[in-house]
């Protein structure tokens, strides 16, 4: 059914960008609202940013505002998040989700708002 899959993680200095890419199947896509999550070594999984099923609304993280930007290709199916000027403690596992839920409250910044999860993708960051 619903599959997630996250791409794009690597090795960054500090200061850099990455661009993650999360590619969905077995969903209608523009029905889902999509989030991006990530879980540094030790810490709790914490909301980075989400975007509604059209793409009209996004919220994101105090922590990545104005530095990430969450975006998707509906006809491609692919949810995304720009990520520039990278900090270390940006370093975690990135995990993609999503959810055939609007967009509202504060429910979006937590996990259980999401019935469906990517695997993951590692983001270090170097000094």
């Known amino acids: 059914q619903v599959q997630l899959v996250e791409s794009g993680g690597g090795l960054v200095q500090a200061g850099g960008s990455l661009r993650l890419s999360c590619a969905a199947s077995g969903l209608t896509f523009s029905n889902y609202a999509m989030g991006w999550f990530r879980q540094p070594p030790g810490k709790e999984r914490e909301f980075v940013a989400a975007?509604?099923?059209?793409?009209?609304?996004?919220e994101y993280a105090d922590s990545v505002t104005g530095r990430f930007t969450i975006s998707r290709d509906n006809a491609k199916t692919t949810a995304y998040l720009q990520m520039n000027r990278l900090k270390l403690e940006d370093a975690a596992l990135y995990y993609c989700?999503?959810?055939?839920?609007?967009?509202?409250?504060?429910?979006?910044?937590?996990?259980?708002?999401?019935?469906?999860w990517g695997q993951g993708t590692q983001v270090t960051v170097s000094s």
């Open positions: 975007i509604s099923g059209s793409g009209g609304t996004t």
């Open positions: 989700a999503a959810t055939p839920a609007l967009l509202r409250g504060t429910f979006f910044r937590k996990s259980n708002f999401y019935a469906n």
